[in-house]
């Protein structure tokens, strides 16, 4: 069963290439994805013959990807084959070489109500000089009064259980807080679109997996869509609904994880995607 | 409840402690006639000296002159050097345009215009003024630079990233990042200041605190000039106590300023 999900290597890459121009297959992707409580505000995400290059170095060479409204997609592949890069460009923080990037609003959503994109980096990125729940409202920057961005700051804190620091300065947190800080920042304007760029890295075991369960369910009740890269194969099995394998600024492979959740720790099923995935990213088996 | 009280005042005496002993050995230095009176007055003879002085008013007047030059020249010379440091710090344009003429002329000793500066202006106000205004400058110039060049760029992207306008970038990012390093510059400066007023009013001047001393050179009141002298000290220490105080005020979120 699971073993249909892990597409051959081309062929994982050509349905990429194909769902792009074929809009009602997002339709079908989006019921096909984990079960879902909360508002379906999540934006979907259109990459076209998407080319970028560092000083003649090119870093992603024609990628096409479709990404459907709500979907959990994780992007591994070794470092320095473009998936941070990948990340950086849908999020509009590099321009691109050349190709299209189409952020697709969910419908019927007035035009200033249109949900952020927003991103949380490898590093917590606080402002030193501003308190915890300070430095949760400036996800809240231009949005509400004082007081209403203030609310919400501490309600997002309450939700990654750090209510009772609100008033601290992010040097008394310990790394996990700091990240669980910028994740509240992050969360707290009700993002469409959530990238997150290796931001569990420098966590110790325990504390990944933590907070791998926290960013599970806030994206089970909230319902954004959301891009995970991250070099650790077991979170993105652990954690996606779909994952993608990135070489040399392409597309390797596309696999849907159909392991239902809640996910346990050790499953057999995850177990042999991720044995497969390395493999492919190691280069040791005949991809396709 | 009287431990942390004493602890507390402890606490508070232990900086003064060696001051205090450093006068009472000198006092009883030339008390037991150890060093002759002429070379160094005992500490109550500079207290009496300063008691005269205060009692005729003349201390207090050249006391304030000399205040009134500092602070004017600071003022001048510290916000010139604060905006071109933000100015070169945020604009390559404006960098390309000042930074090398400003590193050429910080390399001429300021204190070396001295007489170039009597030339211009005599021995009046301007030339203390333009002295000390020349001197602030650098060290506020640079460190604001230094300041605003050393701000986190994964700060700023952050902003950015958060819809923060330029404005909004810079005040809730690029200034308190750089504040630290603005707060050394403004050290620096102040010891730049006195250093450069003293020198200024020994040479050229008709009033102020170092002009009391020179005159008092030329009378032989050998306790009026190590009055003068103490006063500094303690300006020093007034000016260093402000500043300290300012950054526990704003820099309470940094660690390494926290009280206690």
Redesign the interface.
Known sequence: MLLDAIRPDADGADRAREAVPARPDSETARSQAAPRRGPARGVAVTVRDLRKAFDGHTVIDGLDLHIPAGQFTAVVGRSGCGKSTLLRLI?G?ETPTGGRIQLEEPAGVARRNVP?K??M?Q?P?L????RVVDNVA??L??LGSRRERRERALAALAEVGLADKAGQ???TLSGGQRQRVALA?ALVSGPGLLALDEPLGALDALTRIGMQGLIERIWQQQGFTALLVTHDVAEAVALADRILVVDEGRIALDVRVDVPRPRRRGDPDLAALEGRILENLLGESPAA | MASTLLDDLGRRAAPWLLPVLALAGWQAAVSAGLVSNRFMPAPFDVARAGLAAASTGELWTNLGVSALRAIAGFAIGGGIGFALGLANGLSRLSERLTDTSVQMVRNVPHLSLIPLVILWFGIGEEAKLFLVALGVFFPIYANTLHGIRSVDPGLVEMGRVYGMSRAELFRRVVLPGALPSIFVGLRYGLGIMWLTLIVAETISASSGLGYMAMQAREFMLVDVVVLAILIYALLGKLADALTRRLERATLAWNPAYRTA
């Not at chain 1, 402002?127 to 501003?130: D, F």
Request: glycine share 10%; charged share 20%; aromatic share 16%.
């Open positions: 999020l923080l952020p927003r991103i980096f590093e990125r402002l030193p000089w501003a400036v996800g920057t231009g300065w992010p040097a920042r």
